[in-house]
Structures are given as C-alpha cells and as structure tokens.
C-alpha cells in the first residue's frame, strides 16, 4: 500500500482524505493539522492517525509521499520541508500569493530533485481532458481560441477574502493553469475588472466580475470570464475553437431531468452546485494519477514550474487591471518539471 | 404562369392563398366559397377572382388546377367535378370520413386517370422529410422502430369536434400518413384512448389521449402518441430507431433564447404555438411540389391511394380501440397512385 | 454496523459488494457462492467471508440482512430459505420466471410476515426518483400518458437468453415496474414484438424490438419501447406527461464535451454504456434505502408484491404478443407489502 | 403604398428588394444601379423601375424613403443627397471607414434635421431582440457581462478584403453595435488580433481572429469573440450574464435533426450557413420598423449617431490591437439621433 501523509483536515483536505481512502493502494498514513481534532474528525472517518507535529510525520519513513492542502500561507515552508524529508508531494494551489517567494523557495529545494506535483485538479476532470485530448490529437486542427468560463455561485467569507491574494491570485489561478494546458506558454496578458456593488467584494477591494485576455505562444487567443457569483450554480465551461471544429465542454447538472410547462420546455436543473460536486472524479483522478506517475517513473504533472507560472500570469493580470496596458510574459524562466 | 383555383376561403385556404400568392411561377385564378365575402377578403390579399359558384371556375378554361381547401364534407363533391373537368387536383386531407365514399368517389373517377395529390403537409417539413432521406440513404441501417408524437396545443372547437369524424380520422390521419411515409405499408393496427376528464371532449365522445401502435410491412414497430392538449405548445416530435443510429426531429421553438436562473438551466420557450407556425415552410414546400411535378409530369405523391389508406389505418384504430383486438390491414388495394 | 450476507458472487453480486463495502454503516459478513473461487474473489476486495453453504450463512446470527443476487432459478429457494431464517431480503428481479412459483413461494413464507425489498434499481435512480417526485408533487397536473424507452447494447450471451424467459420477463420486467412506480396499478396490456434478423435471438425465439403499452388504474396511457441493441449506448429515457407540463428523463454521457465540426454540431458522446454505468449511484442509493428502511421500521418497498406484479404484466404481455389481443389485469391480488 | 427607392442592386440590396417587395404596405418605385442590367434583374423580379442616375430617383415626388444598400465609398454621397432632397434614409452598415469623412456628413446634413436609421440588421433578430427585452425588464438583474460570438464561415474575396477597413470595421462593427445595443455607452475598449497562416487574409493584412473586451457605462464587461472562418457555419451567439440569471442566443440549424450514432450522440446539423439564412428575419422585420417608425413619427433607432459610435469603436479597437493599450471612449459626441 502507498501510504499517505496528509496536511490540513479543512474542506480540501477532506477531498483529499476521501481520495485516498477510496484508491485501491493506498491509504492515509497521518492527517496532520494545528487543530488535533479536526484531524481526528478526519482520520475516525478515513484513517490513519491524527497528529499536530510536522516533524512527526516527516521522520515517519513509512511515509511514501505527502499531500499539502493546510492553509496558502503555509505551502511553501510544508513543501520545503517535506522535500528536503526526500518526500514526493502533492501541493494545493497556489504555491505561495508572492512570487518572491515561491523563487526562493525553488532556490531552496531545487538541489533535491523534487518531485512536486500541483492540486490544479480541473486538468483530472474527464470532460476538460478529453477535450484536451482531442485537440493534441488534431480533432479540432489548429487551436485557434479557446474561452474558459468560470463563476463561483457566491463570494466566499469576509476573512478568506481578505486574505486571498485577489481574484487572479485566488480564483483565475486555477483558469490561468488550464489556459496553459491547452496553448502552451502564454505571451500577453490582459484584464478588465468590474467591482460594481457586492458590499463585501468592495470591503475586501476585490472583484466581482473579470475578463481576461492571452495570447499563446502559437497565436491562440484564450478569453477567461470570472464572476464570483452566478445563481444557476458554478457555471464551468470550456471552448476550444480550430480550424476544423469547436469542442466545448457544457455545464452539467445533478440529474438529466428536462423539464417542459406553459412558460419553458427542455429545462435543466441547476448547475452542480460547487466544486466539491462538479469535480469529485476530478480529485479522485488526480490523487490517482500522483500514485501512478509516482510508481511509474514518471514526471509530476502539473509541477511546481506550472504551478509558478500560473501565478506569473495572476500577477500580470494584476497589473494589466490596474495600468490597461497589456503585459508581455517575456521572463517566465521554465524550471525542470513545469509541464504545460 | 401558373393558374389555381382555391375553393375554400377559411384559415387552412387562406395558408394555400398565401403559398401561391408567394410562388414566383403560380398566381391565384379564382378563390371560390359559399361565403362571397371571405372569398372577397382572400382574393383581397393574395390576388385572383372571388366567386361562389362552382361551376364558374371549373368552366374557365385558364385555370391549371385546384385547390381543395374547403369543409371536409365537400371534398369528394369538388374533386370529383375537378377531376371531371380535367383538372390536377390538390386536395386536403381527408378525402372524405367514410371509406365506402372514398372509394366510390375513386370509382367515379378513375377513368379520367386523375392527378389528384392529397395535402399531407407534414410530408414536406424540412425536418422530417431530411429524416426520411437519410433513413432512405441507409443513415440508420434496417428501420426497426417508428415513434412519432402529435399533441395539440388545445381541442377545437365543440362544433369542429362534432364533425371531425374523432380523433384517429381528425388527428392521427396526419401520423398515419407519416407512418406510412417511413414504414411503407402497415400490416397490424392496435389503438388505446383515453377520455378523463376534458368536458369539451367527453361532450363530442372523443379522446383526449391516444396511443396506436402499427406494424409495417417490413416488421418495424411503429407507436403515435396523440393528445388532444399540450400546455407547452404544439408537440411535434419523431424518431426513427435503426440497427446503425437513431434519427430525432426535435420540437422547434420561436427563438433560440435559452434562459438560465435560480431554478432552470437551459430553459427554451414553448414550442411553436400551432400548426400555421410550425408547417409554415412545410406549405410553402408542398405547393411547389405541387407545381413542379405537374411541369415535369411526374405522378402526385402522397396521391388518392395515400389519402384512402390513411384513412383505412384510422377506422382499423376506431375498431381496435373499441374492440381491444389488433387489427390486420389484410386488404387495403392499391391504386394507381399510391405512393407509401 | 450492519452486517450484511450476500448470496451470489457474479456480475450483479459484485454490485452489490461494492455497495455495501462503501456504505458507512454496513459491511459485508458473508459472500455465498457454490463457486467458491467466485466468492473468494469478491471477499478479497470487499471484505467478508467466502462460504459455498448456505446454511452456513443463515445460522450465523450475526447476520442482519440479505442480498439474493443469485441466478433467477435459485431466487425462491434462498428467500425462503432467508425468511424461514428470520432475515430481511433485498432479492435481485425476477422472484422467478413462473408465477405459479412466485406464488407457492409466497404462501411458503407468509405466515413469517417477511421484509422482502426487490431488486428494480431503478426507482432509485437519481433521475427517474427526481420526475416521480414532482410528479406526485403536482408540478405536471394529472399525469396523461408516460413513455418508457428501454435498449440494451447488445444482447446477452445465449446461453443467458436461453434461460432468460423472453425478452418480457428478462428485460421489459424493469419497465414494467417503472410503469407501475408511476401508473399504479395497470388494467389492461398489449404487445407486439418483431424478431427480424439478429441469428442469436432468433436462435433464442426471442424478440429484437419490443412495444408494450399499458393502461394504468386512472387512464394514464404507457408505452414502453425496448430493443435488444442500440449503437448508440444504453438507452435509458422516460417522459411523463401531463395536464400542465411534461418531465423527461434524458439519456447520460460519461463527459459533457460537446463536438462541432464540418458536418456535425453539439454532437454529445455514445450514452452510458450499460447498467453498471448508467445506474451506478442507483445500486448505492438502493442499497441505502434498504438498511434505512430497516432501521427505521418502514415496509420494504418495492416490495414482493411489486415484484410479482411485474411478472403478472411480463405474463399478459407474452399472451398479448401471441394472440393479438388486449389483456385485461382482472386479478392481481394485492399481497401485505405491495407499494406501487 | 409607401414607395421605397433602392440604391444597390447587389447581395445586400437584393436583401432589401425582397423585404420591400413582401410587405404589405409598401412597394419598391426604383432600383437604381450604376450597373443598369444589375438594376434590372432586381425589378425584374420584385417590381420597379431599374435606373443608373441618381438624380432622376431623388426628383421623384412620389419617392416616400430611400434604402441605401451600394458599396460602403457612396453611402456618404449617396446619404448626403437623399436628406438634402427630403427623404427618410435606411442606410446599410458602415457610413463610411473613414470618422471625419462621417462627421463632415453629419455637419452637412444636419440643418435638415435627417431622419436616418442604420442597417444594423442584428438589432431586429427575434432571437437577440427577445434578450434584449428581457434583460431591459429586469428577467436577470443587473446586467454584468456580454459575450458576443461572431464567426463567418469563411473569409470574403480578395478585393472585397482590401476595401473593407479591416476585421473591425468590417465585421466587429456589428457586434459593437450589439455591444452597445445591451450595455449602452462605452467607455473602454481592447482589442488584441492573431493573423495566423491564411494567405488570403495575410495578404490583406487583416487577422484572422479576433477578440476584444469592452466596458460598458454601468460597468459591465463584454467580450466579442470574431473569426472569419468557421467550419460550421456562421456561428452567432450572445450572452447576457446578470446577477439574477443567464440569457443565452444559441446557434441555429436548417433543420431540428438530431442524429445518434455509435460515436456521436444528439448530433445537431451545421449552423445556418451565412448572414442571408441567419438573419432573413431580421431584414423583414427591420423593413417592417423602418416604414412604422416612419408612420407613427418616431425617431429612428438605431440611427445615424449609432453608427457613428460603431465605428468610433472599431477606431478604439484598431488602435488598441496596435498599441496593447487600452483605449478609452472619452469622447463620443451624441448626437440628436443615437438611441443606444
């Protein structure tokens, strides 16, 4: 059996929790978290054995490998620690709300050889995939555009705003990361913000609304449209537009019940209402392909570079909504195992 | 030019007025109805002559054919003088209630070989008729099933409903004419009514729902599901299931707006209220058809015999209905222009 | 925990393992097969223990359930032998393929006043649960007409069709419960079936396409539509409809990518495969219900009356295909725990 | 009769001949052409006098409105002359490519106080005119984003490319009309181009691609997705994303044919081909608007204003794709007649 070490017994790590306990070979060593009985709430229910000392669980050598999914702010120093125990990790998004750091802490660790791969679960989800698959096999011929939709049915709290890093940083990071997935390096960033009137996206100084431009490094043009609220649920969809085809990935909801009546017909239910239901095979997926890659020799995949250089694109964006210039992505150094 | 004579001047004549009227190579001769001054108020609109009289219009040697438009009751009276007076005919379903009249009429008139096509619009509605081609192409491998779904928006009126001959010689006419249309000819007919509750109709002894089953010659089974009401519209649907595909003729609705909210996703509008909006191109279609088989001598299809054998399928549904037993069309005879 | 006996280590068994293995409350005691091997394999990756004897299993008090998921001619034996044994029943469809069996069995363990829940999965389908639900909530007035279309892939091997009992008793027994979960009780039945050219069902004597339609207790219309083979997947769709609106179940894709192309556009994927696919979540939920319904002292439902009221429409439809004609419901004796 | 003159016996012009030849109150009195012949195939077919000389149609008293559908270069002349001789103009999209050239048209015309209205045929599409109302009474809240898709299927002759002003006054000068249809002013617009690998385009220095953001006055964001290549057809869609819902113009198709096969399912066909399939409506109901608002004496909408601020857009949008800055509309003078 792969046995697992898991920081953090949050909403996430939970996610993860229930991933390994339900993969075949594997099964969850320590869940490791500040507050002791939130990590018992998770390992009465998954396993393993609840520990607040990092240490602990790093000297254990029956650990195979560690998942990070604790608060943001804490990523960098549980990765560097858990690379330097020789252990192979997968990170939540994102590494770390400032680049600066997330240099240095590749500076840090690189001499180990990490072996690190990033929680950017969408590129897991079936759907996303296959439509990957499709147009690296030339069903579509050449990519052309592609347009990433993405809403949050609603905000999240006052304190996980505040601390957030931002829209880019927080939400588009994941819409940055796919936008790589399918066209490659991305070379000019764009974005408009709209703060309108969610009091408390105005008392965090965040947006409501986003609208991101790139270009990809094949003249692709990729649109990403983030709100933080939409009331028919987490509106998540894809279009890859080519010189032969359109393939588009459509929101999906939780039965196929169309309903017909005097004033509608062929109406759907809501869309699956959040993260946790739109991408449950994804997290199933991903934490399945960690153990795989793993056994298999393989490189992680997203990496710790592909996991920096979404944030490079949060951050232009960042400063293309607030300058209205378009910004050039001249300098993103690749590092050994981004993987776009 | 090509010269028609309309007799009758009530909405499905003033839908054959306007599909001349709009025809480059056709004009409206005569527009000819009891009622002088509905004839007046078409030939206001669209073009040609009102008139009463019968026999004026059969006797005006410039007239190339007849439109049959008027009341049920006098379709065999007019087509039998038309045909007599040497003139193509194209006459609206049905030829008449009563098979036994239907076929003296065709006794009365065979010997003047008779061009007589009969106003089964549906048969050239893009949509079915696009799946008719396909299935004929071999789109679908060997046609195993049939299911078509008529449902109309409201009952007509209590005066209309008295006369119609009931449902199957009213309603299900149309879909046995389709059947045929797809299965060539039906060897087996069983049928199940149901009345409930509809005052307007328990009042006229006639259904609200129904459901007949058929078997074509080549062993697809073949269902029509009628409803005297449908809240959303006018429900016009067809499938036709093979060994290799399936092929759908999906309900059509005034725009493609689809609306999402809190509740619905993917919401469209109510079909297309009626038969006058949804076979608008389908009578458009047929007129031409009209014209040009007539120019390029060419047989009328669907013709007299199609006309009879609808309405042999729909007495063998009233005797199913009532007796429980399926029915076998051991005997339906062909005449010239038949055309299943 | 709720210990749990499964007789039956096949494909159907192993469904069931699965279902109890993932439920947090139950877990597996016994798996029961005469091929021990068979059994052997599932208790390695469920859990329990593998036993070829039954009476080894029934005497084993700490068992508190039972899921007979045997071959259908074991089915009588092993749940009388169960009740006789004092344990409740989940027992896979059909009780058996003759009624007069079904009966006898009935009798055999009345006096034991016996939990007996059947097999029909897909009353637990998140779907069809969903249109039943709003159904009887009102949301389509007086339900008028439901339609169920029901294709496999392919047909079974023929050594499975050989001791199928006809495509009725096999295959439409599903439909038949659905119509009943919809319709209540149903009062008359009609069939035709067509053989045409597939060598292994001829072989069979058994039916390619199926139409059966149904009258139920209040006048609403049913049909239900099967095939043996469908290209496009397993199709798996319902419409009910009535006085103020219509629900459909549409069919299900494994992903929601959408494809655009020179000749195609919003192409969806093949549907589901086949059951285990189409109704996975059904078997979880069924299961669910099964140890809920225990704990909390509700009858079993379905029930085995519902299990042998779809037999007793298996059988009048095998009648009506062979003569022709309607067959009344007159005497379907309603048993202790029917819950149509 | 209201009597309409036709400048332009082209694609377009035929376009306009047609809707004036089927209404119901007006008639077409002269089709004037440089290119008598041209003139004369047009009323050959829907009536009037064919003419090369302008003069001849603008002495004519009985001339009640003028349409202006010739090559773009004489709209200005052409506009000039018609509201100087006192008629109502519909003039085809754009005024000119050149701004000043347009504003020296207005300073010269309007003492006449001209009743101008716009070809901006997309305002009078049932599909989007049904948003639009929708979202004006309040159907999603406040409005938050706009998604305009615009593709053609493929790009336009050699010639016909090196006249047109480029991919923005060409072709995105619809959609910033439509733009500004929903979001009224605008005040920042973006524009990024890709030119890819067609030689036909690359010769005309025109993109292939194109995407550009805009940010209404109330602050909603609004992306136009453009291609001059399709493999589907012309792909025409529109979002209206708002805090209380979605409302969405899907794509439309000749026929309601869904197709399922073994590898495709729910298969729709190819889009309506080209602007004459997609918007026939739109032309006869623009007409139709065109002669009521002149009858019931209401300004013209969209009218002269709304095209000029159509092009100050594309000016933006030109400048912006050069730049890589965001451009903002500061100084859109209205004038009498803007009704966005």
């Not at 499709?134 to 609603?154: F, K, Y």
């Not at 759907?268 to 199933?284: K, N, S, T, W």
Request: aromatic letters at 8%; one cysteine or more; proline letters at 6%.
């Amino acid at each position: 059996m792969f046995r697992v070490a898991l920081f953090g017994a949050g909403r996430i790590g939970q996610v993860h929790a229930r991933s390994v306990a339900s993969h075949e070979e594997a099964e969850l060593a320590w869940v490791c978290d500040p507050v002791l009985p939130a990590a018992q709430a998770v390992t009465d229910r998954y396993g393993g054995r609840p520990v607040a000392d990092v240490d602990r669980v790093l000297e254990d050598g029956g650990v195979d490998a560690v998942i990070i999914a604790s608060p943001t702010p804490t990523h960098v120093d549980l990765l560097t620690r858990s690379v330097r125990a020789g252990r192979p990790v997968l990170c939540e998004k994102p590494i770390d709300l400032d680049l600066a750091r997330v240099d240095r802490c590749w500076t840090d660790i690189a001499e180990y050889r990490p072996w690190v791969m990033m929680g950017f679960n969408r590129r897991f989800d079936p759907t996303f995939r296959r439509i990957r698959g499709r147009v690296a096999g030339g069903d579509i011929g050449a990519l052309r555009g592609l347009r990433i939709t993405s809403r949050d049915p609603e905000p999240p709290p006052a304190e996980y705003l505040a601390a957030s890093g931002g829209i880019f940083r927080d939400m588009t990071i994941h819409d940055f990361d796919m936008a790589r997935y399918f066209l490659g390096e991305v070379t000019e960033v764009h974005a408009f913000t709209s703060e309108d009137d969610r009091p408390e996206l105005i008392a965090a100084h965040d947006a409501h609304q986003a609208v991101v431009t790139l270009r990809g490094v094949d003249g692709a043009l990729c649109t990403v449209t983030n709100s933080r609220t939409c009331v028919s649920g987490y509106d998540q969809r894809l279009e890859a537009f080519g010189d032969t085809g359109m393939l588009e990935a459509a929101n999906q909801t939780p039965t196929s019940v169309r309903a017909h009546g005097a004033a509608v017909t062929g109406a759907a239910e809501p869309y699956l209402h959040f993260f946790l239901d739109r991408y449950r095979d994804a997290y199933v997926a991903e934490f399945d392909e960690f153990v795989r890659a793993l056994r298999e020799g393989r490189e992680a995949s997203p990496g710790f570079a592909d996991g920096r250089a979404a944030l490079v694109l949060a951050e232009a964006a960042v400063e293309s909504a607030a300058t209205g210039r378009t910004v050039p992505i001249s300098s993103v150094p690749h590092t050994e195992n981004a993987t776009a």
